[in-house]
């Protein structure tokens, strides 16, 4: 662990630790158990669950609406009335309650369970853009990259062993599993709960930002949301990169959602090399988070963010085209590998890309955003980040009501190739200085 210009080595790992904790939900929640076991046992529509997996994507889609709804008011207010750490809390509780309520669900009940995962999954992502607004506080913007990956590092090592433990003790996702599998819920809301303690404890409250601090919270926040909306050209390449995330989270958020039940339903894949791909896919994604932030710091952000899209490219047309890849492979080699093998190399290539683009994207968000203003902008955010979810989900959830869930995948290779257009017109340096001139910006000297 490593101390920066502004904050202790233990402010830093307690803010990592949010990171650590909330993947228990994302992962055993939306990828690896409950999305599987809504669409396949909950849902039940076989042999190709498609109403489940539009049922599924649907209930993210809105969940994420609900962000692009409220998560710049409720980052503006944050910000003006000092109070991020208390409503990063109301949205970490409100997660642990909904994802504990999840063991009531039985098989056939769609709707109890698509409700509970919209209010889960609202309050997670939430949660997702107030841990971010305090990232710009905690280093000056050469570290932020090193930072942002560092937490992503822990995330991913979190997951893996909230997974690992669920995986070795909950079992398959079956029917005739359902009495054991059906504590996940519980499992992940529990673990979330114990490991974000750190965060509240050893993380300080940023200070009150000063425009507005003498008026009333709420008037005072409509205010600053108005007037950086007014103002979002001195914020250009902030804009531009928002339109990068627009394109490139929806990819990832397809991915996120849906690439254990491809490997259910298109690879078929059975549950040794499902427990394969989850720890590969977690490994990879811890070095590719450590790997990148440090790439960040060096090469700087653009170019290293240009390389994660570029390499998801690639992750893509690996996982959309496993079969006659392997088929190719084998034939050349002379090998005798199955699908499920290759399915695995995929596997890796996509949790390289998932931990690098998350954690540069993030850190970059931080570089551009001043310091009084990161609650309000990683409110932004989370707007463009879940906008871009619903679009993605969306579009992948009728895509394969038309074509299957493996053409549907291509998609996302398209919108990946759709992010570098906007990354193009962003000046790095450009975007650095307008987050500093912001006036009484903390991050002008090395503390604030």
Known sequence: MFKSSKASSRTIFGWGMFDFANQAFTLLIITVIFGDLYTRVIVADGPDFRLGNLLWSLALALSYLMVVLFAPLLGALA??????KRFLFISYLATVAASFALVAIEPGMIWLGFVLIVIANTAYALGESFIAAFLPSLGAPGELGRI???????????GLV??????????EVS???????????????????????????????????????????????WLRLRTSLQTVGQYRDLAWLFGSLLFAMAG???????????GAQVIGWDEATRTAMFIAVQVSALVGALLFGRLQDRLGGKRTYAITLLLWM??????????????????LFG??????????????????????????????????SPVERAAQMFGFWGLFTKLAAIFGLFGVGFLQWIFGLQGALLFCALLFCAALIPLMRID??????????EPHSPRKGDRP
């Open 79 to 84: 910000d003006c009335a000092a109070a991020r």
């Open 148 to 158: 942002s990956g560092f937490g992503w590092a822990l995330g991913y090592a979190g």
């Open 162 to 171: 909230a997974a690992g433990f669920a995986l070795l003790f909950l079992g």
């Open 175 to 221: 029917a005739e599993n359902y009495d054991r599998i059906r504590w996940v819920g519980p499992f992940a809301a529990l673990f979330f709960l114990l490991a974000a303690i750190p965060t509240f404890l050893w993380v300080p409250e940023p200070a009150r930002a000063r425009q507005g601090a003498g008026e009333e919270p709420l008037k005072a926040a």
């Open 252 to 262: 990832v958020y397809v991915v996120i959602a849906f690439s254990f039940i491809y």
């Open 314 to 331: 690639v992750a893509i047309g690996a996982i959309v085209f496993v079969v006659p890849i392997t088929q190719g492979v084998n034939a």
């Open 335 to 368: 090998w005798h590998y199955g699908p499920q093998e290759l399915f695995l190399v995929a596997g890796v290539l996509a949790g390289l890309s998932l931990g690098s683009s998350q954690s540069v994207g993030r850190a970059l968000v931080g570089v551009f």
């Open 428 to 437: 790095e340096a450009r975007g650095r200085a307008a987050a500093l001139s």
